[in-house]
Nanobody
Framework: QVQLVESGGGLVQAGGSLRLSCAAS????????VSWFRQAPGKEREFVAG????????SYKESLEGRFTISRDNAKNTVSLQMNNLKPEDTAVYYC????????????????????WGQGTQVTVSS
């Protein structure tokens, strides 16, 4: 089983940037789709962005495209989420998750299809 650890969260003013990182230990992320989800207080968890095992396909929540960029470094077994021009509504706990299917070629937004989750990192954007 893989252990996922998110880092890079924090408090930032609106318009600022953060870069989240998801590091894996125990097993490799190399052959798996990895996505970021977030959950704001009082709201359901939602898909943010995902990247296929080979990095060829990415997908974003529509309202975030252009501000957020997901990437992966398989040599380092990490997946990152660059977040620019942050807004107060981006405030949430951000989770990375590894999908179950070996070398899946598309990005699924269904959280139940992800088998491994990190503990989350808090992102707070002040106005």
């Amino acid at each position: 089983q893989v252990q996922l650890v998110e880092s890079g969260g924090g408090l930032v003013q609106a318009g600022g940037s953060l870069r989240l990182s998801c590091a894996a230990s125990g097993r490799s992320l190399i052959n798996y789709l990895v996505s970021w989800f977030r959950q704001a207080p009082g709201k359901e968890r939602e898909f943010v962005a995902g990247i296929t095992w080979n990095g060829l396909h990415t997908s974003y929540k529509e309202s975030l495209e252009g501000r957020f960029t997901i990437s992966r470094d398989n040599a380092k077994n990490t997946v990152s989420l660059q977040m620019n021009n942050l807004k107060p509504e981006d405030t949430a706990v951000y989770y990375c998750a590894k999908e179950k299917i070996f070398r899946r070629e598309d990005v699924t937004r269904r959280d139940y299809q992800y088998g491994d989750w990190g503990q989350g990192t808090q992102v707070t954007v002040s106005s």
